[in-house]
């Protein structure tokens, strides 16, 4: 491995040719060194950085594009971007929300070119912005306890690529609505805003989803006891 990277072909580790000690002073490093280390080019700081973020910046493409290959290569593409931007990052805010922006915008493009209607992520309207937002950003009760997490996740999956983003960031990753703002470019009022939405859909399709199970389970409960009758 060598001690600087010098283009994008060098951007991921090869396991098979890191030593264990090599592994293990990265693992050492702080990530305020490793983004220093890597704005300098040094490859031990940009590959700390990718062990610290890869599973979260996949778990967030995953949730918006819901293909685990799509998935891959958009998080591969948005630590590609790092790369070639790292030195452009100013601390302005957290490093972990800067890449989220930078995944967040390569998934929601990559959506809009698979659908034609385009999606409006910001809300203007006066209604919305007359809202109680803290009521709105507490824990929802409705949506905890007994409910099934396959079908949570299938709920999810029906969910608007924006809103999708906010329950993976806010419910999931447990970003603050100021972080999830500065991720994906709305105002404050407006994640908590989404955050409502999306909630308010997913009551919606896991109540579908539960009135239609009762609607298959009475044949089914009825047909049994008829066999058990016999």
Known sequence: MTASYTGEQQAFPEQGNVSERSRSERADLLESEAIRRAQRGDAEGFERIYELHCRRVYALC??????????????????????????????????????????????????????????????????????HYEELSGPDLQ?????????????????????????????IQGYKHNEIAQIMDWSIGNSKTHLHRARTRLRELLQRRLRLQSIWATPVRAAQATLGGR
């Open 143 to 171: 949506l905890a306890g007994s409910i099934d997490r396959v079908h949570l996740e299938r709920a999810i999956e029906q969910l608007a690529p924006c809103h999708k983003a906010v329950v993976e960031l806010h419910d």
């Open 62 to 131: 995953l949730r918006m594009v819901g293909n685990p290959s799509e998935a891959e290569d958009l998080a591969q593409e948005a630590f590609l971007t790092v790369l070639r931007k790292i030195q452009t990052f100013r601390g302005e805010s957290a490093f972990s929300t800067w890449l989220h922006r930078i995944a967040v915008n390569l998934a929601l493009m990559r959506v809009r070119k698979k659908t034609l209607p385009k999606i409006s992520y910001e809300i203007t309207s006066e209604h919305d912005r007359g809202r």
